[in-house]
């Protein structure tokens, strides 16, 4: 089985900062891609930003400048720090790996993460 596993989600005041966080356990051989995407009420899901193994990055337009997107591949984590948070970022924020799991011969699989919520306050 593998899980991913977010966290760092809140309520923070328009102008603020928020970390969130992923973990992915479990039957791990390798993590390749990872990403955050976001869904706000109503509104379907977006990508937020996506890093490689090799740690090249892209972001949505909404929020070039103002975050960024990391990862840890010795402990299969990505984090994303939002700065400069307006209430537009409200929503909640989901993380995504692409892993290829011990013993499978599938390749690599796509996971999710359950869903942390971000609320910005005006």
């Known amino acids: 089985q593998v899980q991913l596993v977010e966290s760092g989600g809140g309520l923070v005041q328009a102008g603020g900062s928020l970390r969130v966080s ?3 356990s479990g039957r791990i051989f390798s993590v390749n891609a990872m990403a955050w995407y976001r869904q706000a009420p109503g509104k379907q ?4 930003a996506t890093i490689t193994r090799g740690g090249t990055t892209t972001y949505a337009d909404s929020v070039k400048g103002r975050f960024t997107i990391s990862r840890d591949n010795a402990k299969n984590t990505v984090s ?7 209430p537009d ?9 692409d ?3 011990i ?5 690599y699989e796509n996971y999710w ?3 942390t919520q971000v609320t910005v306050a005006s």
């Open 45 to 48: 899901r977006e990508l937020v």
């Open 103 to 107: 013993g499978s011969s599938k390749g």
């Open 113 to 115: 993460g359950q869903g």
């Open 99 to 101: 892993i290829w799991r």
């Open 89 to 97: 970022d409200t929503a909640v924020y989901y993380c995504k790996a």
């Open 22 to 24: 992923c973990a992915a």
């Open 80 to 86: 994303l720090q939002m700065n400069s948070l307006t």
